[in-house]
């Protein structure tokens, strides 16, 4: 993997002539989690996909990219909130997807230790049919991992599991992902607590920064400083919105 | 077997009203001859009838066969080129246009009186409900898992080979179980045109003979040969989409 950029994007986005979001600056530093918190609507899966190249029909005025300089392009990987394994692929397939799509050779063997590593090494041979959906998550979260990209970016990856799975999958992303740079775009207040190094509320037309407890995440959810960072997320997000 | 067992209760219900309208009018048996006198014939002309029946059987399974390969190839390239789609679809709307019935004359004058005639008439019949059925499905793949293997960095062509088709499998598989059933109609239609032999042109020359319970013998063994057919590409199909996702 290259050294983790830093990103930046500072500018504002509108859909049709209607203000998406800003204008306004965001930062990710190198190698950290940066959680981007705030109400459906605002605009933080449109800045994703701005990070990513997707086009989502967004005009988007001023500058964004990585601090050092370089494009992007193949230094992101992408997780959505829906896990989008192919259905007729098997587990290790599908984690090998990326190499297949470009037309590489997939290694089966690295593939076989990042599925170790989600707890899945048993289940390589099986289609995603037959897995819950916490595992399917972890599926795609190995997909990631073998994709190797210095950038991640998260889209509300976790929304759709129970809060057992959830909590989970936090902490095991937390602990693969180290060192990468990571953008988490969340609307729940206690993940942004659990996860972030730094915090942004995102509303229209402002990013506003709360420092979080001095512990490293993955936090405790249930340490009294975490709960009231939680809090203090929460009532935050109930005034901007 | 439920389904086998209604299809027996449908035919024996069929039967029964058959033989009681025979019955009831006493309508001469070159009109409208028995079940029983049908069933007779059936046994007398076996020789007969299975010797037409491969001819028809033939043409239909090579038109299926011929129709759903150019119809996926043609769904593929739509899906792949959007200049192929501004130039084609307008002349597949339009193809549609011309009643296929129209077509048979010509093709007999172009391709002669024996199989490839009645293959084409197959063919022609299945290709739209196929080319469409699958250039849908192939057009709805989901956006996310697109943007997925575009962050991959995916070529256009792998994306088409490993997501875009076999996402769209169960669309193509639609338009087969289509085609199972309007291929013998345009095989039978070919066969009516201009034919020496063939179950269309076996009842056609019953028709002129007043040989009406031959006619009926000939129209029954169709009408099994698509219903079976109709069972095995739908059961074919059904079961070929759920073993590739076990």
Not at chain 1, 14 to 31: C, H, K, N, Q, S
Not at chain 1, 221 to 236: E, I, S
Not at chain 2, 118 to 145: C, E, G, H, N
């Amino acid at each position: 993997m290259t050294p983790a950029p830093a990103l930046h994007l500072s500018g504002s986005a509108r859909y049709d002539g209607a203000p998406v979001f800003g204008p306004l600056e965001f930062t990710a530093p190198a190698g950290t989690w940066t959680c981007l918190l705030g109400p459906s609507g605002v605009g933080k899966s449109t800045m994703l996909r701005l990070f990513a190249g997707l086009d989502s029909g967004v005009t988007f005025e001023g500058s964004l990219g990585a601090e050092d300089g370089a494009p992007l392009q193949d230094r992101i990987a992408l997780m959505a909130q829906s896990d989008l394994l192919l259905e007729w692929r098997t587990v290790l397939d599908n984690v090998t997807l990326g190499a297949a799509l470009r037309g590489a050779m997939p290694d089966t063997e690295r593939a076989l230790r990042v599925l170790t590593r989600v707890g899945l090494a048993d289940h390589a041979s099986k289609k995603p049919g037959a897995l819950s959906g916490g595992q399917r998550q972890r599926v795609a979260l190995a997909r990631t991992l073998m994709e190797d990209r210095p950038v991640v970016l998260l889209d509300e990856p976790f929304s759709a599991l129970d809060a057992r799975n959830r909590s989970l999958m936090q902490d095991l992303s937390a602990e693969l992902l180290a060192g990468r740079t990571v953008v988490q775009v969340t609307h729940d207040a206690a993940e942004a607590a659990r996860m972030g190094d730094k915090i942004l509320v995102m509303s229209q037309d402002r990013l506003t920064e709360v420092p979080p407890p001095a512990t490293t995440p993955p936090r405790q959810f249930d340490a009294p400083d975490t709960l009231v960072y939680q809090g203090q997320l929460l009532r935050l997000l109930m005034e901007t919105a | 077997m439920i389904g086998a067992a209604r299809l027996l209760a449908a035919g024996i219900l069929v039967l029964a009203i058959w033989q009681t309208v025979v019955w009831m009018t006493g309508v001469p048996s070159f009109l409208l001859p028995a079940p029983a006198k049908v069933a007779q014939t059936m046994w007398d002309s076996r020789a007969l009838l299975a010797e037409h029946s491969v001819v028809t059987i033939t043409e239909v399974l090579v038109g299926i066969v011929l129709g759903a390969g150019l119809g996926g190839l043609s769904a593929i390239g739509l899906a792949a080129s959007p200049l192929a789609r501004a130039l084609m679809r307008p002349m597949l709307v339009l193809s549609q246009a011309i009643p296929v019935f129209a077509l048979a004359p010509l093709l007999t004058l172009w391709l002669g009186f024996g199989l490839w005639s009645k293959v084409a008439m197959a063919l022609i019949i299945i290709y739209f409900p196929v080319t469409s059925t699958f250039f849908d499905a192939l057009m709805r793949t989901p956006p996310q898992m697109l943007e997925l293997a575009k962050v991959m960095g995916a070529t256009p062509r792998a994306t088409m080979w490993k997501i875009r088709i076999p996402a769209a499998l169960p669309g193509f598989t639609s338009g087969l179980r289509l085609a199972a059933v309007y291929a013998p109609i345009g095989a039978i239609i070919g066969e009516w045109v201009g034919a020496s032999n063939g179950l269309g042109y076996l009842m056609l020359l019953a028709n002129g003979r007043a040989k009406t319970d031959l006619m009926f013998a000939a129209l029954i063994v169709l009408a099994v040969f698509t219903v079976c057919l109709h069972y095995a590409v739908d059961r074919g199909c059904t079961a070929a989409l759920n073993r590739r996702l076990r």
